[in-house]
């Protein structure tokens, strides 16, 4: 490609990262207890999520189209294989340190790198053959899903029949599919605006510098690796500065009913109880604890000094 940029396609890629930066900072609003632990999983949030990944997907087959219009370059092409690949990898070895039980093994980048791959013949085929392509993943998870892809070492292939736990997940079932939708529309025959992209100027055409959302657009990656750490982190500190507010009349009632099944008294669980609430907030323990067994040990431990005070 020339050096100047299409624009509206930088543009439209820095509007999915804002989104995909408010989809997070919901997410991490619910992880950290200063929204409804469920907010992440409700059906609004999910299409939005949802429409997140399949805009930066439409327009990864777009760029693809744009920067081979000519012909393969596949000097330019392994160049980006390779960077979105290790940035991918980047993210799976992150997410294994936080959350172990649930690292992203398949998500978003993962996808972009392999569907990447797959569209290399539709980049050379007529615009109808990459909608048919994009049909067919779109759709086939519906027709193919099967137990037999069921085992954990084919879950990226989205033909199983359950999904995984993990914090983010693009199998190619129906995820390529998006991307290969992206080859078809950048090849439509639209030849006043294909003239003007081949000759470097036009309207749609400009300098890459023009806008702040272009900018980001042309930043996508290093932002996408970089905004959830540091949102994580900045949660971390809100956390223990600033806990969020609780509501202990349930964890209280539930706390005076175990106590009573274990013979406590009235009084003594009541007050032992309402003592474990205070002070677990008052002293931050569980400020960004989220692993249950030790939120259950920390709480154990004030529970029986709580016990100690209210005790004869």
Request: neutral net charge.
């Amino acid at each position: 490609m020339t050096q100047t940029r299409w624009w509206a396609l930088d543009a439209a890629r820095g509007l999915a990262v804002l989104a995909m930066v408010v989809f997070h900072l919901i997410w991490d609003l619910a992880h950290f207890g200063y929204a409804p632990a469920n907010l992440p999983w409700t059906a609004h949030v999910k299409i939005f999520g949802h429409s997140i990944a399949f805009a930066f997907l439409f327009i990864a087959g777009v760029a693809l189209v744009l920067a081979h219009r000519g012909g393969i370059r596949w000097p330019a092409f392994w160049r980006r294989f390779a960077i979105i690949a290790a940035a991918a990898a980047l993210v799976t070895a992150g997410t294994y340190v936080a959350f172990p039980k649930a690292f992203v093994f398949f998500g978003i980048l993962h996808c972009i790198a392999l569907a990447s791959l797959i569209a290399v013949p539709f980049l050379l085929a007529p615009w109808p053959v990459a909608l048919a392509g994009g049909a067919f993943f779109l759709a086939g998870g519906e027709f193919l899903a099967s137990p037999a892809f069921d085992a954990d070492w084919l879950q990226w292939i989205g033909l199983s029949t359950s999904e995984p736990l993990t914090q983010d997940w693009r199998p190619l079932f129906p995820w390529a599919g998006p991307l290969l939708l992206g080859v078809a529309a950048a090849k439509l025959p639209l030849p006043v605006y294909r003239e003007r992209a081949e000759a470097g100027g036009g309207p749609l055409l400009v300098n890459g510098k023009r806008g702040w959302l272009s900018f980001l657009g042309r930043h996508s990656l290093p932002i996408y690796l970089v905004h959830q750490p540091a949102l994580f982190a900045l949660f971390v500190g809100l956390a223990y500065l600033a806990p969020p507010a609780i509501d202990t009349t349930d964890f209280v009632a539930s706390c005076e009913a175990r106590c009573f099944d274990e013979g406590g008294e009235g009084k003594l669980c009541h007050d032992a109880c309402e003592c474990t609430a205070r002070e677990a907030i008052s002293s931050k323990a569980l400020a960004g604890v989220k692993d249950e067994a030790e939120r259950g040990r920390k709480l154990n431990e004030i529970a029986q000094r709580c016990v100690s005070k209210a005790g004869p």
